[in-house]
């Protein structure tokens, strides 16, 4: 499989979490009161994004996205006389 670059062109607001999860003695799932840690802010541009964290008086730290470097690849090449394995 391949990654693609679908909805990979947004900066996303997130906050962190205000209190630990609990573990549910009786069915074992995490959990919290802390209903923020369910909400992600997608914005077109870094600027929208910091334009809001600074508009609603929320600290933020800003994650540059990595250069991701493409090779080619063909699926035949898999099966070439001149592979070396």
């Not at 979490?17 to 992600?40: F, H, I, N």
């Not at 508009?55 to 991701?68: C, G, Q, T, V």
Request: hydrophobic share 35%; charged share 30%.
């Amino acid at each position: 499989m391949q990654s693609g670059y679908a909805n990979v062109q947004h900066w996303i607001v997130e906050y962190e979490p205000e209190e630990a999860k609990k573990v549910d003695t009786l069915m074992g799932w995490a959990g919290s009161g802390d209903m923020r840690g369910q909400l992600r802010l997608k914005f077109e541009t870094k600027e929208e994004a910091i334009a809001y964290a600074e508009r609603n008086a929320l600290s933020y730290n800003l994650a540059e996205p990595n250069i991701r470097r493409v090779i080619p690849k063909s699926y035949s090449d898999n099966f070439k006389y001149t592979k070396v394995e």
